[in-house]
């Protein structure tokens, strides 16, 4: 701690001490050490006037008698100016609430501000009119001073008058800075309003005017003293420079420490202030924008460290506002982000359920998977699916993700349409509904499966107006659903209903097609069967460079295991004791085996390929297809032969008119038609008794 701080910390505990009174205080201090001033003045007094002893010591005694009287009279005139300052100061000290922004608290700043110079103005008053003057009176009344005495006492205790002046107000507003601290109003417009100490310019310009004062009347007393002395009494010229030199370098010497004492006075209070604005702004540039400037006077400086101060409040309240907004918009972007996410969550969701119908093509499987979807989600307490059953009557349950609504399941749950509960309701309606409250809505259906219910959703699931069914979500907490929940579970139950749709006709699709392959499959194999019973060949063989028919199937063990399994056979098989290597591909028209295309390899090693079972795959395939067409081409032409027989005997039985022709001729057709065939018609039994009367 510097000697500057230790000075203001001993002037700050003396303020906690007094109060008010430090006013009184400081005043009577700086009279103290500015006394001392006044030797100046008394040595050129001593030095040119020459008193006698007999004339000294009453001047003295009579002066400093003065010096009490004036003294207490400037501290009369002290408490006088600043009897504002001197009660909020009292107050201050005894920890008493003070209002502010009242006329009070502006006068005491203007008091505790201009005092040292409004003390300076008085004590020049004081000192003509107290101290001067009586004592020249007295001097000439009473001591009988002659008048150059009197004159060089005059201008000896004007000097010394603005020596101690000066000092004593350089001393006020150095040591009444704590108070000023303590008195700073709160408001800038009362900080500036209060501006009334003097100015900068004005306080130098007294300074150095009073010095030059103090300096004529030290050397001008005693340049007329010695040109006296030469002029009218016999002393040397020698002696006279010999004194010249010595007073001049007396009075000098005096000179210089006051002039050194007040202009180190002076450049503190000018530099102690700037140096702490320069620290304040280092501190605001390095971002504190708590700090603020002491406000210890009203001159040039102190007004700049007030608008510094307004300046940086300025700046603290739109960094607080920015802080402010940023954090509020920072919250918005929080809250912004978590419904971004809520949303992207539920287009997740809505793109899984979708993932679901797409994969899912069973009805009961897609509505287990999309009941715990959206309850996995979107964590809701239950997710159930209702659908009509087939009169319409009851909602029936379907589906559900809650343990509770497994045991709904169980026990086959379902509500009455447009009667029971909220899903009665809406597959009654078509209509969505919501119970935000679910102990409030008189639709509720108060579930022993499902305690924790406190709000409940239900969409209906429609196929254009027709309705199938219900969506129903229920939650643990009241006014769970928000209207972003609403427009994404309705997009849910529109997918729901259009996959119950798609499924139950995938299934109607399925079952058709089933049919269908099946009648097919009948009818190939009907065909084929026909087909092979006709035919008088059963195959051909490549054996040896030669082709030769087939008399009678083979009886070989692979071709055996292809027409029982379907399934190509590359096992080596054991002929005659020999193993050889066999590729048995079946031919299969439309999933049916009507053959086996059977290759034996010639040498016993013979590993097959890819390629040759490729090979023998494609050509399979390809002969499949090509016996297939003929057949039907075959029976194709079989059938067109056939109905212009059926036509040519129906146009020669149509010709004729009488019964014996055309029953003659009928059964002469189709006999030929049929061919190796006994054919009879008869007309008729022996009594006609099958006739109803």
Known sequence: MNSREKSHGFFRNL??????????????????????????????????????????????????????????????????????????????????????????????????TNISWRYGGSALVVSALV????????????????????????????????????????????????????????????????????????KFQSIILALIIISILLIAPLGYHLAYTILFQNIGTVDVFGQLRTLSLIASGLALTLGFGLSLLLSGSLSNPINQLIDVFQKVEQGDMKQRARIIATDEIGGLAVYFNRMVSQLEHLQRNLEDQVAERTKELE?????????????????????????????????????????????????????????????????????????MLERKHKLRVGEEGIVGVVTGSGLPRVALDTGADASYFKNPDLPRTRSELTLPLKIGEQIIGALDVQSELPDAFTEDDIKVLGTLANQVAIAIQNANLFAET??????????????????????????????????????SQLKAPLNRPEIGAVLESGKTVTDAVVDNNATIPTLAVPIKVRGETIGVLDIRAIHPDRQWEKSDLATAQTIADRLAFSLENARLIDESQKRAARERAISDMTTKIGSSVDVNTILQQTVQELGK?????????????????????
Not at 70 to 85: E, K, M, P, T, W
Not at 166 to 186: G, H, Q, S, T
Not at 368 to 375: D, E, Q, R, T
């Open 131 to 202: 101290l001067i003057l009586p004592l020249l009176a007295y001097l000439s009344y009473f001591l009988s001073a002659t008048r150059d005495q009197i004159f060089y006492t005059l201008f000896g205790s004007v000097a010394s008058s603005l020596s101690v002046i000066i000092l004593a107000v350089l001393l006020i507003e150095r040591m009444i800075i704590p108070a000023r601290d303590r008195l700073v109003p709160l408001s800038f417009e009362s900080q500036i309003a209060g501006a009334t100490s003097t100015r900068i310019f004005l």
């Open 673 to 693: 038609l049929i061919g190796n065939s006994e054919v009879v018609i008869q007309i008729g039994s022996e009594n006609n008794s099958h006739l109803k009367d």
């Open 335 to 407: 809250v912004a982000s978590l419904k971004m996410a809520k949303r992207a969550d539920q287009l997740s969701t809505v793109s899984d359920v979708a993932q679901a119908i797409a994969s899912v093509q069973e009805v009961d499987a897609l509505l287990n998977s999309v009941a715990k979807l959206i309850s996995g989600r979107f964590n809701f307490y239950h997710t159930g699916i209702f659908l009509l059953n087939e009169n319409h009557e009851f909602a029936v349950l379907k589906a559900a993700s809650s343990a509770g609504g497994r045991r």
């Open 510 to 547: 399925r079952s058709a097609l089933i049919e269908a392959r099946t009648a097919y499959q009948k009818f190939v194999q009907t065909g084929w069967k026909r087909a092979m019973e006709q035919a008088d060949q059963v195959g051909y063989q490549y054996s040896s460079n030669t082709v």
């Open 15 to 112: 303020l906690e001490r007094t109060g008010g009174r430090y006013i009184l205080v400081v005043v009577a201090l700086a009279q103290l050490l500015s006394f001392p001033a006044a030797a100046l003045g008394a040595v050129v007094i001593q030095v040119n006037a020459q008193f006698a002893p007999d004339q000294l010591r009453p001047a003295l005694l009579f002066e400093f008698l003065l010096l009490i009287a004036g003294s207490v009279i400037l501290l009369a005139i002290a408490h006088l100016f600043s009897r504002d300052a001197f009660t909020r100061l009292n107050k201050l000290i005894d920890r008493q609430p003070l209002p502010t922004g009242t006329s009070q608290e502006l006068n005491a700043w203007k008091q505790i």
